[in-house]
């Protein structure tokens, strides 16, 4: 047996003990307090759990192990559904959390202009009211964008989230493989073997260092 065979076989084998590992999550995070996050990381982890096992039926019967030829092409096609389903779970969970954070850093921001703020009667109403934006008009286009920009880059900056931008970054390229593989999207060979990379890559660094890693 030659040197890449084994390590395919070893990274097969081990994938079988990740199916265990995700309902093992699954199970746990039904306890979780915060509804939105049970619901969301119990459902991935599901989803992730019925990918696996029909993604190794599929290894089984491509090593002659278990004769599935017959209902190959449908268990392929919900293998690609099952793991489509997931991406997109995990990638609103990071999109929630995402939200959470430019909401956190914009009332951050808010306090403390309220905290210098001055106010000045108006004379019409006899109301006093904030000098910001005295002249009636409303935020431009472009500084929206540049305020937008600006909270991104404290988020990015900041150690604490970047497990939450790598787990983003590793979701977003992770959901352009089952959507080729249905022909939601037409991905080169190429293409899908960039995103597969930057995807591995990503799961190398979490496991290498578990700092990294997105809790819960």
């Known amino acids: 047996m030659n040197h890449s065979k084994f390590i395919f076989i070893s990274f097969k084998v081990l994938r079988l003990g990740k199916t265990h590992d995700h309902i093992e999550i699954a199970l746990k995070s039904i306890h979780i307090d915060d509804y939105f996050l049970r619901y969301i990381i119990t459902s991935c982890n599901i989803n992730q759990a019925m990918y696996l096992i029909l993604d190794n039926m599929l290894w089984l019967n491509s090593i002659g192990i278990v ?22 779970l995990y990638l609103a969970r990071d999109l929630h959390d995402l939200i959470g954070l430019i909401q956190k850093e914009e009332l951050m921001k808010s306090k403390k202009y309220d905290s210098t703020n001055k106010y000045v009667l108006n004379e019409t109403s006899g109301a006093y009211t904030s000098n910001l934006n005295s002249n009636g008009s409303s935020l431009s286009t472009k500084r929206l964008l540049m305020k937008i920009l ?28 089952p959507l080729s593989n249905l022909k939601f999207v037409n991905l080169t060979s190429g293409m899908q073997g960039l995103c597969g990379l930057i995807s591995s890559l990503i799961s190398i660094l979490v496991v290498w260092d578990s700092k990294y890693k997105l809790t819960p």
């Open 150 to 177: 600006n909270i991104l880059h404290i988020i990015v900056i900041n150690k604490r989230n970047h497990p939450l931008l790598l787990d983003t970054i590793k979701n977003i390229f992770d959901i352009f493989l």
């Open 67 to 88: 004769d599935l030829k017959k209902k190959e092409v449908m268990l392929n096609k919900w293998s690609n559904k099952f793991w489509l389903f997931s991406s997109i």
